[in-house]
């Protein structure tokens, strides 16, 4: 006997929560020796250090890419740190210098830093600004005077554009027992009801959580020319797809759909086929989409060239959409007391839940520039309001021959008892987690790739309104205890995965 499963997995999300853990552990205690070695005792030098002995004839750059004018950072000795330097023994200025390692693939040396004999830990002093240097870099260097006036434009430097491609794995569903069979020989009554030894779950549990595409679109403008504050506008989506199982009477003749019975008070189930009398499928599809925007304000708190924070404030909108659809079809290819021969039925029963959320974002961000990287740790946290929509919808078609064909408002788990559209607002936190490392190819493009983590506080999903307990059976008119009964039923959310991508500099 065979089953037809498409795209189910059945792992449990809360095996990869350690993992996770460990992963984010050691980000932050790698990020941390690194900013701490990094910023460390200015007697040490670096291989890169901007203070370090510069290359053959202590040339800062190739004469060809140094400006005129331009003061080189030249010592005795490697080992050796400069001389302690005040603002009144060192005069640097903030429009001539700049700190660049990647311009035009020249490494052999250095141009004064910005922040060398500051006295702020900022490198960006009121006064700096974007100069020739900083907007472009080829411009700067071929000028001879000093307010770039020799006719070539320097290049703007206020926007930039981010794309990227998901790869994010969705917390699953935690579905019922759904779908049940029997082995041949089993009465009718006793097929697919729960707690029998005969019977087999061919559905339940967790389902949908396998990685899935996605993309990020960014878009940045610096409003300042020494960059301390931007907007940033970002849009992140990832793929509805829809996993889907299947099964019918030709691979297991015995199948039925599992409920608990209220006047019975005990398992029992619908029989969908049976071997002597019956034919039929079970059809159930679930499908997750998850799509995020976000608008907010950067503002440098500090930095010191090699460090720096900025504080994040914004608006973030989030739609989390969740859907689960059970069909199912019946023939009866034998008469079966007052039932005909030919008598065909069709159901299904469809839950369907829409989670928007609206709320202030806060964040922070700490980044390392290392020559060509860049290493960035992004952590925010979004509180606000969800507001929950849940919709519930079932039918059921009979066609009998010769009789024509009714149509019944409700399927099996979702009956006149609880079908409609619910709706309320809750409060959600959605704390995030982005871990980026970015490696700039020239003066404009750069490659990165990293981890996110989002969490959901609080998120509705469809399986929740799904009930097993049912009084009647359809076509039956509402009867007894009146179950199904919806209520409400929310839990945490999480996403996670992995980034690649790319950033211009226009």
Not at 154 to 176: H, I, K, M, N
Not at 201 to 210: D, H, K, N, R, Y
Not at 405 to 423: D, E, M, P, R, V
Not at 464 to 487: L, M, Y
């Amino acid at each position: 006997m065979e089953v037809d499963r498409t795209d189910m997995h059945t792992s449990s999300q809360l095996k990869s929560i350690p993992i996770l853990c460990s992963l984010v552990a050691i980000v932050l205690i790698g990020g941390g020796q690194f900013s701490t070695a990094l910023l460390a005792d200015d007697k040490q030098v670096w291989p890169d250090d901007p203070f370090a002995t510069p290359k053959a004839n202590a040339n800062p750059r190739s004469s060809k890419s140094r400006r005129p004018g331009a003061v080189s950072a030249k010592f005795d000795s490697p080992t050796t740190s400069p001389p302690a330097k005040t603002p009144a023994e060192v005069t640097v200025d903030y429009e001539e210098y700049d700190y660049q390692e990647f311009v035009d693939g020249d490494d052999a040396g250095y141009v004064i830093p910005p922040n060398f004999g500051a006295p702020s830990t900022s490198v960006f002093q009121s006064g700096a600004d974007c100069n020739c240097y900083e907007c472009n870099p080829v411009a700067h260097l071929n000028c001879t005077t000093p307010d770039c006036s020799c006719g070539l434009r320097p290049r703007s430097c206020g926007l930039w554009v981010g794309a990227e491609y998901l790869l994010w794995s969705l917390q699953g569903t935690e579905l019922p027992a759904l779908v049940t069979a029997s082995p041949a020989g089993t009465l009718p009554s006793d097929t697919g009801v729960l707690g029998l030894a005969s019977t087999s779950t061919l559905l339940s549990g967790t389902q949908g959580e396998e990685f899935r595409s996605g993309g990020r679109i960014t878009v940045g403008l610096w409003t300042d020319r020494s960059h301390r504050t931007a907007w940033e506008a970002s849009y992140l989506g990832i793929d509805d797809s829809n996993d889907s199982f299947s099964v019918s009477s030709s691979s297991q003749p015995n199948l039925a759909r599992p409920v608990f019975d209220t006047l019975l008070g005990g398992e029992a189930s619908m029989l969908i086929a049976h071997q002597n009398f019956l034919s039929g499928s079970i059809a159930v599809d679930s499908s997750t989409q998850l799509q995020a925007f976000e608008i907010l304000r950067r503002r440098q708190y500090c930095s010191d060239g090699f460090l720096t924070f900025d504080f994040l404030i914004g608006f973030k909108h989030g739609s989390l959409d969740d859907l689960l659809r059970v069909r199912h079809a019946s023939n009866y290819f034998q008469a079966q007391g007052p039932i005909s021969a030919g008598t065909a039925t069709h159901g299904f029963d469809n839950f369907e839940a829409k989670n928007d959320f609206n709320g202030l974002l806060l964040g922070i961000e700490r980044r390392h520039h290392w020559n060509r990287w860049k290493i960035a740790y992004t952590g925010k946290v979004s509180l606000g309001s969800n507001n929950v929509d849940m919709l519930i919808d079932g039918q059921t078609i009979t066609t009998v021959p010769g009789g024509g064909t009714s149509t019944f408002n409700g399927g099996l788990l979702a009956q006149a008892t609880n079908i409609g559209t619910y709706s309320r607002n809750e409060f959600v936190a959605i704390p995030e987690f982005k871990f980026s490392a970015q490696r700039q190819i020239n003066q404009c493009l750069g490659l990165q790739c990293g981890y996110n983590i989002m969490y959901w506080s609080s998120a509705v999903r469809a399986a929740d309104a799904v009930s097993r307990r049912v009084s009647q059976f359809p076509p039956e008119a509402v009867t007894g205890t009146g179950d199904p009964k919806f209520a409400w039923t929310s839990s945490g959310f999480l996403a996670h995965g992995f980034q690649f991508g790319l950033n211009y500099q226009f």
